[in-house]
């Protein structure tokens, strides 16, 4: 039984929804791909995998947080609930690991079906940086790209931020010292990311003990952002499609959609509800046992092991719920199946654009 989510949008900033802005409430369903540069004609001869990167250590973290501002009006008290976060859990993500795993299993898979494609890694806020990454694709004689930005759902202050990245390096004159990139649509309707997460829930699942599972609610939990900022993007309904692809994956399942990572003033609208107060609700309900899924992003990262994995599990410890929380895709060989699908699905279609 589905309990209804309510809206929700992208993003793995440590503050919140990023930068205002994002596209029209009309935004039409994202192109196929969307070309960076006037469309290429040579073959495609590499991967480029796009993060949002993470520091790897103390003294990192504070750089790393002022790269992801720039700027931004955000309150010195809570830059320093941030830093504190990262104390807590050692001073490092696992993201950019998580990724680097990403690629090496893309390679070995697409070397596996005999697509010999080397596998670039570039992040956004951490080396290495994607204009750093760009650079070396072309100087080891490499061309045109296709590009899979690493969030699968479409958002402002995610997904369409990469691709201004790129079109920024473009825009300071260096169009001869970086490769064609060619993005992959938002993949959140992929059936290989349904079945991959559905995979990450099952081993959840199965710590649970096997009389109390029927009874079990899953609540997947992806990035609150300002209510205003969700109106402007299509993320929403692309979370829930993905929780819904997954509980049919499962058979079917007790799930409900909330959301994590709340920041900024106390009085804007976020989208609703928090998973903490949430939490309660299946408390007063009756229920024992729940599984955290974060659906909303594919790496564990800090966002994900504090906001779950500390706060989450001490509410419900408080409460008296017994919690479970699911890991992400991560590097889950379906996942990477599916990584692998998308990059012969595009190859495909290139070829058949071609022959036209």
């Given at each position: 039984?589905?309990r209804?989510?309510?809206?929700?949008?992208a993003?793995?900033?440590?503050?919140g929804?990023g930068?205002?802005?994002?596209?029209?409430?009309?935004?039409?369903?994202?192109?196929?791909?969307?070309e960076?540069?006037?469309?290429?004609?040579?073959?495609?001869?590499?991967?480029?995998?796009?993060?949002?990167?993470?520091?790897?250590?103390?003294?990192?973290?504070?750089?790393?947080?002022?790269?992801?501002?720039?700027?931004?009006?955000?309150?010195?008290?809570?830059?320093?609930v941030?830093?504190?976060?990262?104390?807590?859990?050692?001073?490092?993500?696992?993201?950019?690991?998580?990724?680097?795993?990403?690629?090496?299993?893309?390679?070995?898979?697409?070397?596996?079906?005999?697509?010999?494609?080397?596998?670039?890694v570039?992040?956004?806020?951490?080396k290495?940086?994607?204009?750093?990454?760009?650079?070396?694709?072309?100087?080891?004689?490499y061309?045109?790209?296709?590009?899979?930005?690493?969030?699968?759902?479409?958002?402002?202050?995610?997904?369409?931020?990469?691709?201004?990245?790129?079109?920024?390096?473009?825009?300071?004159?260096?169009?001869?010292?970086?490769?064609?990139?060619?993005?992959?649509?938002?993949?959140?309707?992929?059936?290989?990311?349904?079945?991959?997460?559905?995979?990450?829930?099952?081993a959840?699942?199965?710590?649970?003990?096997?009389?109390?599972?029927?009874?079990?609610?899953i609540?997947?939990?992806?990035?609150?952002?300002?209510?205003?900022?969700?109106?402007?993007?299509?993320?929403?309904?692309?979370?829930?499609h993905?929780?819904?692809?997954?509980?049919?994956?499962?058979?079917?399942?007790?799930?409900?959609?909330?959301?994590?990572?709340?920041s900024?003033?106390?009085?804007?609208?976020?989208?609703?509800?928090?998973?903490?107060?949430?939490?309660?609700t299946?408390?007063?309900?009756?229920?024992?046992?729940?599984?955290?899924?974060?659906?909303?992003?594919?790496?564990?990262?800090v966002?994900?092991?504090?906001?779950?994995?500390?706060?989450a599990?001490?509410?419900c410890?408080?409460?008296?719920?017994?919690?479970?929380?699911?890991?992400?895709?991560?590097d889950?060989?379906?996942?990477?199946?599916?990584m692998?699908?998308?990059?012969?699905t595009?190859?495909?279609?290139?070829?058949?654009?071609?022959?036209?």
């Amino acid at each position: 039984m589905s309990r209804p989510p309510a809206a929700s949008a992208a993003g793995s900033s440590p503050f919140g929804g990023g930068r205002p802005g994002g596209p029209s409430a009309g935004v039409s369903e994202p192109l196929d791909y969307v070309e960076v540069r006037s469309k290429g004609r040579r073959p495609y001869d590499c991967v480029f995998l796009m993060a949002y990167g993470a520091p790897e250590k103390m003294e990192d973290v504070r750089p790393f947080l002022d790269n992801v501002l720039r700027g931004l009006p955000v309150p010195k008290e809570r830059y320093e609930v941030v830093v504190h976060h990262y104390e807590l859990l050692g001073g490092r993500s696992p993201l950019n690991e998580l990724t680097e795993r990403q690629a090496t299993g893309l390679r070995a898979e697409l070397n596996r079906q005999n697509l010999d494609l080397p596998v670039f890694v570039g992040m956004r806020f951490y080396k290495p940086y994607m204009f750093t990454t760009l650079k070396a694709i072309k100087e080891q004689g490499y061309r045109r790209a296709i590009g899979i930005i690493l969030s699968p759902y479409q958002s402002m202050p995610s997904w369409e931020k990469y691709q201004e990245t790129i079109q920024e390096v473009l825009d300071l004159g260096y169009p001869e010292e970086v490769p064609e990139v060619d993005f992959i649509k938002p993949w959140f309707d992929h059936p290989l990311f349904a079945k991959s997460q559905a995979a990450q829930v099952r081993a959840a699942l199965d710590k649970i003990p096997e009389e109390a599972r029927g009874r079990t609610r899953i609540i997947f939990t992806a990035h609150s952002i300002p209510t205003a900022v969700a109106a402007r993007c299509p993320y929403a309904g692309q979370i829930e499609h993905a929780c819904k692809a997954v509980v049919e994956e499962l058979g079917g399942a007790d799930w409900t959609l909330a959301w994590q990572s709340r920041s900024g003033d106390p009085k804007t609208p976020w989208l609703e509800p928090d998973v903490n107060d949430y939490l309660l609700t299946v408390q007063a309900e009756g229920i024992e046992d729940v599984i955290l899924c974060p659906i909303g992003f594919i790496s564990d990262h800090v966002e994900v092991m504090y906001d779950l994995d500390l706060e989450a599990k001490a509410t419900c410890a408080r409460i008296g719920l017994r919690m479970v929380r699911a890991e992400t895709v991560n590097d889950h060989p379906i996942f990477i199946e599916a990584m692998a699908d998308m990059v012969k699905t595009r190859i495909a279609k290139d070829q058949k654009s071609q022959k036209k």
